[in-house]
């Protein structure tokens, strides 16, 4: 089992960047696949991006390309969300998740375990 918390929102101006953290506890990090989220006030849960067990390979959403960047770091039981050129209709609570099985889909109800969320609102 792991539990994860989310860090790292906040408010910021349309084309500001915020980077996000997701701290994992636990010994074996290294053996989930991890996976970014985001709820919209009355919108369903969205796939942002995701990231294998090594780190070697990553899927994002179309509209995520370009603009965001997932990584991680075993060592420090954590994943990142670098997000850039941010626009208001990147306002979302934004949740990480954790999956043990391998893969690195992009379905939410693939993953195990989820953290708390952290609220990202950009302004216009």
């Known amino acids: 089992q792991v539990q994860l918390v989310e860090s790292g929102g906040g408010l910021v101006q349309a084309g500001g960047s915020l980077r996000l953290s997701c701290a994992a506890s636990?010994?074996?990090?290294?053996?989930?696949?991890m996976g970014w989220f985001r709820q919209a006030p009355g919108k369903e849960r969205e796939f942002v991006c995701s990231i294998d067990r090594s780190g070697s390979n990553t899927y994002y959403a179309d509209s995520m390309k370009g603009r965001f960047t997932i990584s991680r770091d075993n060592a420090k039981n954590t994943v990142y969300l670098q997000m850039n050129s941010l626009k208001p209709e990147d306002t979302a609570v934004y949740y990480c998740?954790?999956?043990?099985?391998?893969?690195?889909?992009?379905?939410?109800?693939?993953?195990?375990?989820w953290g708390q969320g952290t609220q990202v609102t950009v302004s216009s």
């Open positions: 998740a954790a999956r043990s099985k391998m893969g690195i889909p992009s379905r939410w109800s693939y993953y195990d375990y």
């Open positions: 636990g010994r074996t990090f290294s053996s989930y696949s």
